[in-house]
């Protein structure tokens, strides 16, 4: 009854992440552009439309003079954006540093980047007082604008500091933290100088969340194991206080995708796509070109296939659409030149005059485009290396109903215990495994096919980003209510 009562009411939600659904653009002193992000985070969160929701972010961009940041803050309240502004510094030891050089690989168990890792290790300490110093400038912004009653929702590995700065401005603010990543096994997450005092403000909040029950098990026994607190079944105790821990697994707006297909500009755009590609299937690889989404893993495997399956060269194409981010970052620019590179030799190597079996885009599309191109494939491949979830599965299986395509799925992206029933689950490191699976699924009959796409279909659909939102809100509402009772009995 309470939670109807705060769904009818449109409950005030704001939504605390490191970067804004939208990345600013200026186009002069006090004008801005405004382009949407592309993530899976932003994706998710487009489709909670249940709450009040105001977003509090960076907007991607340094704003150093006063009409710039006025005119953004303007412009940013149309969208129901709150902007933190962090200077050039603070973003590179805190974004670049701490958040993308340190934590990204090592939740994702890729370890620090070889020839990095003794200079990581000096500046360790500047990076992370710069991250906890990002944490307050949030923390104040949320202050700012917080008004009691409010959920406040933290997202992902660049605020974990917040929950605890949340509640030292306000100890009755009510705040949930969820992790879009990988939360890894303690032994590694126990290699973090800063282990402990990251774990204990995470546990400030009072919801916990995690996409899958391994990364809330490995959350709990690294509270236990390296703060030797208590794990229960409901999360860690401190001191009688509870921090309650669960698994919330993200979904998709599945609506917006089943709904875009009936559009006749994605209509126009898939008849062309079966043209171009008439005579040969499709295989698709969708993914932001990072190390963790196992992208030249992916193009191997394809190659041994080819090289394999000499009757399948002219009759198949793999169309890799990767778009470039942290583009500032070396490793990141090295994992670009060395894409570019297997394609150019695979291409060079298989392909003819008048075709090429591998198309590799370096951008991202729009979402009609991208409808077309998920709803036109025959075998959908995510070979992350770990991934949180994988939103780009959900969405190529929510594009599917008449296709009935095959999805291609890494055993380390969390969407493996989500989608394992229906996909063709592999091990991205064992190129030899891909590229028979590759075999398998091209050659799949269709009621295999049908069997399969219909378990995943029922689970994309009925298992929303809305409902993930719903269901993490109700119950931070409850768990609160639940502690005001421990307290007063
Ligand atoms: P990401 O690592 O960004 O998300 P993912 O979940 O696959 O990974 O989401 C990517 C999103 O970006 C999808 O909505 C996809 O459509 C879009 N996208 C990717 N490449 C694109 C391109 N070239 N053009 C257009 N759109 C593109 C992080 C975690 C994941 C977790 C999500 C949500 O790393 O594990 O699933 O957050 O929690």
């Known amino acids: ?126 990076q992370f007082d710069a991250y906890k110093k990002a944490n307050q400038m949030f923390a104040e912004v949320v202050k700012e604008h917080y008004v009691e009653g409010d959920v406040v929702w933290c997202h992902d590995y660049h605020l974990m500091f917040l929950p605890k700065c949340l509640k030292e401005r306000n100890r009755k603010m009510k705040v949930g933290w969820f992790l879009h990543t990988p939360f890894p096994s303690s032994e590694i997450h126990r290699t973090l100088p800063s282990r402990s005092e990251l774990l204990r403000s995470v546990l400030a909040a009072d919801l916990v969340g995690f996409h899958t029950y391994d990364y809330a098990r490995h959350f709990v026994s690294a509270c236990t194991r390296i703060l030797g607190l208590e794990g229960t079944p409901e999360g860690v105790e401190d001191q009688g206080r509870l921090t309650r821990v669960a698994a919330f697994p993200i979904g998709i707006d599945s609506d917006r995708f089943i709904r875009a297909l009936e559009l006749p500009q994605v209509q126009d755009h898939m008849k062309e796509l079966k043209e171009r590609f008439a005579g040969r299937k499709v295989m698709l690889g969708v993914d932001r070109l990072d190390m963790i989404k196992g992208i030249p893993q992916k193009i191997l495997a394809f190659e041994k296939f080819l090289e394999e399956n000499p009757n399948w060269r002219d009759k198949v194409v793999l169309l890799q659409i990767a778009v470039p981010t942290r583009t500032d970052v070396p490793e990141y620019q090295k994992l670009t030149s060395q894409v570019h590179e297997i394609v150019g030799r695979i291409n060079g190597r298989f392909g003819t005059l008048t075709a090429v079996p591998i198309h590799h885009l370096d951008r991202s599309l729009d979402f009609h485009a991208l409808c077309a191109l998920y709803a036109v494939t025959d075998v959908a491949l995510v070979t992350s290396l770990r991934d949180g979830m994988n939103l780009v599965s959900y969405e190529f299986v929510a594009c599917q109903a008449s296709k009935k395509g095959v999805l291609i799925l890494s055993e380390f992206a969390g969407a493996a215990q989500s989608l394992g029933a229906g996909a063709i689950l592999v091990n991205p490191w064992n190129v030899t495994e891909v590229a028979s699976s590759i075999g398998y699924a091209l050659n799949m009959p269709a009621d295999e096919r049908e069997k399969r796409h219909h378990h995943n279909f029922v689970h994309v659909t009925t298992h929303t980003s809305q409902e993930w939102a719903a269901t993490f809100v109700s119950e931070l509402n409850d768990t609160i209510v639940e502690a005001q009772l421990r307290t007063r009995q």
């Open 1 to 126: 009854c309470e939670r109807q009562d705060s769904r009818a009411s449109r409950e005030r939600l704001l939504v605390v992440a490191n970067r804004l659904p939208v990345s600013a653009v200026r186009r002069g002193v006090d004008s801005w552009h405004l382009e949407i992000s592309v993530g899976g985070l932003v994706s998710a969160l487009l489709g909670v439309k249940e709450f009040e929701t105001r977003w509090i972010g960076w907007a991607g961009v340094n704003v150093p003079d006063e009409i710039g940041q006025r005119a953004l803050i303007k412009a940013l309240a149309e969208k129901r954006c709150i902007p933190v502004f962090l200077d050039e510094e603070i973003v590179h030891q805190y974004y670049n540093g701490y958040c993308n050089n340190i934590l990204w690989p090592l939740f994702h168990y890729l370890g620090l980047p070889q020839e990095d890792r003794l200079a990581t290790t000096r500046s360790f300490q500047s």
